[in-house]
């Protein structure tokens, strides 16, 4: 029960009421100032919601008062005697006249970003709604491997897989949980995934008949030890014909007859083709990060209320960066002129300006290096901070390690849109046409100054 607020009969003349909440009795645990005197109305206000602490500034000097706009309904309107509260009755509608302002209690999530999107026309219903599948199994997975420990979800599934690959049990299962969420979509048309041999064709599709590619969990071998891991994904705009493949998948014997065929290279486009494309990390905090061509946005899991919400928009890249990320056991089975670019960078500065270099000359700033053994991990940070990633061929993997389709193409969109780069060392890899789904190339990736620096040493 509100106190302080007197019932008055719905006179709001306006086609929104405006309803007073008097939440000091719902304060949160969440401190705040109250000066609660039940005649004027004046209370403690701590928070709409039990989790978003809100200042006292709705209006005026000294309101302490929240409020929400709510759609006409025929209800008595709770409205407090206090003049204050027409006085903010009148910003209100002042302020709905010159448009209305944004709330400061309207919370951004990823929904509400998607359906923005598709207003602005950037996606159509079908897309927003793929996506939308696409990260509820990725809060499904990040669940999972928190949990992993816990239910007996770490180890081997004890089978080799297609990348042959000691396959993970968490590996298999998400896998399975990104297939279903994609099915249950119904909007999704042709699968194609690192852990299977052949893309998917989904039956239960009956309508927008997208392709999509994921990496499921990019990054396996750092579950068992709960470090980062993620999970990658594109999608590709739907093809013309309905890709009816049904082989059987286990079926070792199995040749592709013609339409099994044309079902691969539907899936099997160059990355410039991507409509969207993204990635989750699993780490510290479980985050989306999203472009659908119009720039790249990032979104945190609120675990309190299990949403992704809005936390960065626009991300840039730093044009270049001090931080240079390879694997540098491989060393010796790198080509001459990769060994000459990683010996260099340990003796010339690197060109970063960042603002908390403590030494103020940039000149003598040294390159420093990471390697997480997650490329959604490394992506991430170089994303913020700048600097390069890279995952080359050596004497032992000719064509690489990382996979064309859903872990380069993806990653290189998401960089290209936030102003990076990404190459084989000698193409764009966005222009790259994959020859099969498991395709793999070298690849190196980063801030556009630290990329082409590394190309001119590979020409
Ligand atoms: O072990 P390497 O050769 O350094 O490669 C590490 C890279 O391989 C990967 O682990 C490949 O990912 P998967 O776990 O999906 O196979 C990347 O996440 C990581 O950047």
């Known amino acids: 029960m509100m106190n302080g607020a007197m019932p008055t009969s719905s006179s709001s003349s306006s086609s929104w009421q405006l309803l007073h909440f008097i939440t000091s009795s719902m304060s949160m645990n969440i401190s705040s100032s109250s000066s609660s005197s039940s005649s004027n109305c004046r209370s403690s206000i701590s928070s709409i919601s039990p989790f978003y602490p809100i200042s006292n500034s709705v209006s005026g000097a000294n309101n302490n008062l929240s409020l929400l706009l709510l759609p006409q309904t025929n209800k008595k309107t709770y409205r407090c005697a206090s003049t204050q509260v027409q006085e903010v009755t009148k910003t209100n509608n002042e302020n709905r006249k010159v448009g209305r302002r944004k709330s400061q209690f309207e919370i951004e999530n990823l929904t509400s970003w998607l359906l923005k999107q598709e207003r602005q026309g950037n996606i159509d219903a079908e897309l927003t709604i793929v996506l939308s599948s696409i990260s509820l199994a990725c809060k499904q997975i990040s669940s999972l491997l928190q949990r992993a420990t816990i239910s007996e979800l770490t180890g081997s599934q004890g089978y080799i897989n297609v990348q042959g690959e000691d396959q993970r049990k968490l590996d298999f299962i998400a896998n399975q949980v990104f297939c279903d969420c994609l099915r249950s979509s119904g909007r999704t048309g042709i699968i194609a995934s690192e852990e299977e041999e052949v893309p998917i064709a989904v039956e239960e599709t009956y309508s927008g008949n997208y392709t999509v590619v994921f990496d499921p969990i990019d990054g396996s ?215 099969e789904i498991h395709q793999r190339v070298p690849f190196f990736i980063g801030s556009p100054e630290e990329v082409e620096k590394l190309e001119k040493y590979l020409a």
């Open 221 to 435: 071998s750092n579950i068992d030890t709960a470090l980062t891991t993620g999970s990658i994904f594109g999608i590709y705009t739907p093809q013309d014909h309905q890709c009816i493949a049904d082989y059987d998948t286990n079926d070792q014997s199995m040749t592709l007859g013609e339409e099994e065929q044309r079902c691969v290279v539907s899936v099997c486009q160059p990355g410039r083709n991507l409509l969207a494309a993204g990635y989750c990390m699993y780490s510290s905090s479980v985050i989306f990060v999203l472009s659908v061509g119009k720039g790249v946005f990032s979104f945190t899991l609120d675990p309190m209320y299990g949403e992704f919400v809005l936390t960065q928009k626009n991300i840039q890249i730093p044009k270049s960066g001090k931080i240079y990320s390879f694997n540098e056991a491989n060393y010796q089975l790198w080509d001459d002129k990769l060994k000459k670019y990683i010996d260099d960078l340990k003796v010339m500065p690197c060109n970063s300006k960042d603002n908390d270099n403590a030494n103020a000359n940039n000149n003598n700033k040294r390159y420093s290096a990471r390697y997480i053994g997650c490329l959604v991990g490394e992506i991430h940070r170089t994303l913020l901070y700048g600097g390069i990633y890279g995952n080359p061929a050596n004497i032992k993997r000719k064509e690489g390690n990382l996979r064309l389709l859903y872990e380069c193409a993806p990653m290189s969109y998401l960089v290209e849109q936030a102003g990076g780069k990404a190459t084989d060392g000698h193409r764009r890899i966005l222009d790259i046409e994959p020859d």
